[in-house]
Nanobody, 124 residues
């Protein structure tokens, strides 16, 4: 069983930055593709970014491309989401997810493990 714990959320002004972290338990972290998803109030959860097990491949939602960067440190069993130029519409609960496969995915249903979420609030 893999456990995922997010941290780094908080309140930030428009244009500011935050870095989210997701710490994973388990010995085979490098074999898991990881993803970040988010859910805004009254909306469905949506894909944000994904990264392959090795960290060599990434993909982003169009709404965050160029502003967010996903990365991972397999030695620390941690995946990160650097968020720059934050906008009011980035306000959401952000979830870390792990997939028992080395390739990432934009599809929520293809992830096997989920964290509890961390709140990001961007004030206008």
């Amino acid at each position: 069983q893999v456990q995922l714990v997010e941290s780094g959320g908080g309140l930030v002004q428009t244009g500011g930055s935050l870095r989210l972290s997701c710490a994973a338990s388990g010995r085979t972290f490098s074999g898991y593709a990881m993803g970040w998803f988010r859910q805004a109030p009254g909306k469905e959860r949506e894909f944000v970014a994904t990264i392959t097990g090795s960290g060599g491949g990434t993909a982003y939602a169009g709404s965050v491309k160029g502003r967010f960067t996903i990365s991972r440190d397999n030695a620390k069993n941690t995946v990160y989401l650097q968020m720059n130029s934050l906008k009011f519409e980035d306000t959401a609960v952000y979830y870390c997810a792990g997939r028992i496969y080395y390739l990432g995915s934009e599809r929520e249903a293809e992830y096997d493990y989920w964290g509890q979420g961390t709140q990001v609030t961007v004030s206008s």
